[in-house]
C-alpha cells in the first residue's frame, strides 16, 4: 500500500485529502508545516509527496530543496500560487507536477497515480541491463541510470534522464513538444509546454558547455528537440 506525505497547513484542506485518499486505498500522514514535513520524511519511506508551498516554519520551496538532496521521491505541489512563473519555479527546483487550488480530489487522485505510475516504472527500469551509449564527451549508462561527462558524473532527475536517454538512443529523430510530454510524462498532452520546457532548460544547464548555444539538446524551430549533430560532438 503506497503512503502518502501530505504537507498542508489547512485542516479543512488536510483532513479532505487525507480521507479521501484513505478510502482510496492509500497511507497517509499530515505535515501542518515544514519543521514537521522534513522530520517525519526522513523518518519513514512514502512512494509520493503532497506539498503546499505556503506552510509556516520552512517554506514548501525549501522542504523540497531539502527532499531533493537525498531523494528522488514524486512531488506533487498544491498551492494557491497560479502565476506561469510560480510554476515554473517550484518544477525547476525539483516538482514533478503542480497543482493549483482550489482543485478537484479526482485531478488530485489521476495526477498522483500517474506519478507513482512513473516512479515505479524508472524504478524497475534500473533493473535493466546495462547498456552504454556515448555522444560526444557524454556517456550514459542506462543500467545504472547514471550519466558522466569528461569522465565526471552529472546529477540528472529521473526526467531529465529520460529526457536525454530518448535523444541519445535515437539520435537522428527530431521531437515534438507533444511526443516527448507523452513518451517520458506518460500522459495525454494539454498543451502546456511549460513542463517540457523548464526540463529542457535545466538539462541543458547541466550537460551544455554553453547554455545559449547548446550543442548536445538542439532546438529545431517549429518542430522540437533533437540530439546535436555526432560529428560536431566528436
Known sequence: MAKILI??????????LQNFLRAEGFETDIAPDGEIACRIFFQKEYALILLDLMIPKVSGMEVMRRIRERSMVP??????????SDKTLGL??????????PFSVSEVLARIKANIRRSTEYAK?????ERIVTMGSLCMNTGAHSVTKNGERIELTAKEFEILRLLMENPRKVYTKEQIY???WKDAYLGDENAVNV???????????DVKNPRYVVTVWGIG?????????S
Not at 225 to 233: A, R, T, V
Open 7 to 16: 504537507v498542508e497547513d489547512d485542516k479543512e484542506i488536510g483532513g479532505m
Open 225 to 233: 528537440y533533437k540530439l546535436g549533430n555526432e560529428e560536431e560532438l
Open 92 to 101: 525547476s527546483l525539483g516538482a514533478d507536477d503542480y497543482i493549483t487550488k
Open 125 to 129: 527500469k534500473a533493473e535493466e541491463k
Open 199 to 209: 526540463h529542457i532548460s535545466r538539462l541543458r544547464g547541466k550537460i551544455e558547455d
Open 75 to 84: 512531488i506533487i505541489i498544491i498551492s494557491a500560487k497560479d502565476t506561469d
Open 182 to 184: 507523452s513518451l517520458i
